[in-house]
């Protein structure tokens, strides 16, 4: 009789919380967009962050509710953007793509290390002891963490710096966040002007460490017809909306760290 009582006893227990679970889960009920849905699933799914939002389904949500463009996915391309604009019900409408780009151009030849690096072969390992091993305290590393982070296959160290090829890039943003120095980012990819430098020193001291180093002079700003040029952290840095690809900054920069890229073969 015990026996029969205690399986009727589990029985009931069942029962009641098989009960109390329906019924949280009608209390509780989250309902799903469907539009997020099939925005997230009409995204590749890489969830690299170019876009400037944590995931593809953070991007599906902030598209779905008006927050931001279908255009911005770049791994996805103009495939995934007319995908997403069929759901939405709305014109095309297309994004100039973008690539990465190193700013840097500290090659072997044109600098040289403080010290002999015998630890970790890892960018962000090194720049943790005296920031890197290059005189150059932000100039490229070399141990290549974006290559590693690249998932194209886009980037390769030529000659001690990060190279990029833009027909290989996909605009995934990985690299970038790889990048302990911060020496990678977006520019338009049919904007061929661009800074090979991101040092923060003074000229003078920029000028000591790295013979292709920004002095930070100015003269490429007041060249440019555009005002596409401001100097920053003592360096230049384009504007790509304003930028024409005129090649006047080029050919004012007195050490010549703008280069034009149709002009340069490691990067074109």
Avoid at 208 to 232: D, L, R, S
Wanted: proline share 3%; charged share 20%; with cysteine.
């Amino acid at each position: 009789m015990d026996f029969v009582l205690r399986i009727v006893f589990f029985l009931v227990i069942g029962a009641v919380s098989g009960a109390l679970l329906t019924i949280a889960g009608k209390l509780f009920f989250v309902k799903t967009n469907e539009t997020v849905e099939k925005i997230t699933e009409a995204l590749p799914g890489a969830n690299c962050g170019g876009c400037g939002f944590a995931g593809c389904e953070a991007y599906a949500e902030a598209i779905a509710t008006g927050k931001a463009k279908p255009n911005m996915c770049s791994p996805g391309g103009l495939d995934v953007n007319k995908k997403i604009s069929a759901i939405l019900g709305v014109a095309v409408e297309e994004a100039e793509p973008i690539v990465a780009y190193v700013h840097c151009n500290g090659c072997n030849t044109a600098t040289e290390d403080k010290y002999k690096y015998i630890g970790t072969k890892s960018c962000a390992a090194a720049e943790k002891f005296y920031n890197g091993k290059g005189s150059c305290s932000f100039g490229c590393i070399g141990f290549g963490d974006c290559v590693n982070a690249c998932d194209s296959g886009g980037i390769s160290i030529v000659d001690g710096v990060a190279v990029i090829n833009p027909g290989m890039c996909i605009a995934c943003g990985k690299c970038i966040k790889a990048c302990p120095n911060h020496l990678i980012s977006f520019k338009k990819k049919y904007s061929t002007a661009a800074v090979r430098c991101s040092s923060q020193d003074a000229g003078k001291i920029t000028r000591t460490v790295c013979k292709n180093g920004c002095i930070a002079c100015g003269i490429c700003a007041k060249k440019c017809p555009e005002g596409a040029i401001a100097i920053n952290a003592n360096h230049a840095e384009i504007n790509y909306d304003k930028c024409v690809s005129c090649g006047i900054c080029a050919q004012a920069c007195p050490v010549k760290c703008i280069e034009m890229l149709e002009k340069c073969a490691t990067q074109a």
